[in-house]
């Protein structure tokens, strides 16, 4: 499973992490990735999702039919 956000589209992100003795090396921030199912009342089906818990915060506001509009639009399939 790719650690992206299908709502929100968050991605990993990469810096360095510094040690007391101030030696650095690279490391990598995964955004957190839940697998959920959603129900699609115009469609009559579900759908299962990697969102970040971001992405489920921003489905709960504006709704599962306009985030898979958007989805859709960028030209994922659902």
């Not at 589209?9 to 810096?15: D, Q």
């Not at 650095?24 to 009342?41: A, C, D, G, T, V």
Request: hydrophobic share 30%.
């Amino acid at each position: 499973m790719s650690a992206i956000c299908q709502a929100t589209g968050r991605s990993p992100k990469f810096g360095k992490t510094v040690s007391h003795s101030h030696r650095r090396h690279s490391r990598r921030w995964n955004p957190n990735i839940q697998r959920k199912r959603f129900y699609l009342p115009s469609e009559g089906r579900t759908i299962t999702l990697n969102v970040s818990t971001k992405g489920l915060k921003v489905i709960d506001r504006d709704g599962i039919e306009s985030v898979v509009a958007k989805i859709r639009a960028r030209g994922e399939k659902v």
